[in-house]
């Protein structure tokens, strides 16, 4: 079992950029794949990025190609997600995921998620 701690989330205004970081706990964090999950009020859970094992391979949201990264740092043990050009409609709860797969395919069923960290953008 994995045990996940968002950080970075705030308030930003529109066009600016924020860096979450998730902290996973465990010994074998390189044995995970991990993405990033958004939700808001009213709607399902969207996937946003995921990045394989060994970081070799990430995916994303056709809806942030181009302004989000995901990496991950298998020695500390975090991924991390850069947000850059952001605008309002990114505004959501932000949830890191985990899943022990190479690389992680829905229906996600057997995830390990976080407690969500929040992040607003201002127009």
């Known amino acids: 079992q994995v045990q996940l701690v968002e950080s970075g989330g705030g308030l930003v205004q529109a066009g600016g950029s924020l860096r979450l970081s998730c902290a996973a706990s465990g010994r074998t964090f390189s044995s995970y794949a991990m993405g990033w999950f958004r939700q808001t009020p009213g709607k399902e859970r969207e996937f946003v990025a995921s990045?394989?094992?060994?970081?070799?391979?990430?995916y994303y949201a056709d809806s942030v190609k181009g302004r989000f990264t995901i990496s991950r740092d298998n020695a500390k043990n975090t991924v991390y997600l850069q947000m850059n050009s952001l605008n309002p409609e990114v505004t959501a709860v932000y949830y890191c995921?985990?899943?022990?797969?190479?690389?992680?395919?829905?229906?996600?069923?057997?995830?390990?998620w976080g407690q969500g960290t929040q992040v607003t953008v201002s127009s």
């Open positions: 995921a985990a899943e022990l797969v190479v690389t992680m395919t829905p229906p996600y069923r057997n995830v390990y």
């Open positions: 990045i394989n094992c060994n970081g070799g391979s990430t």
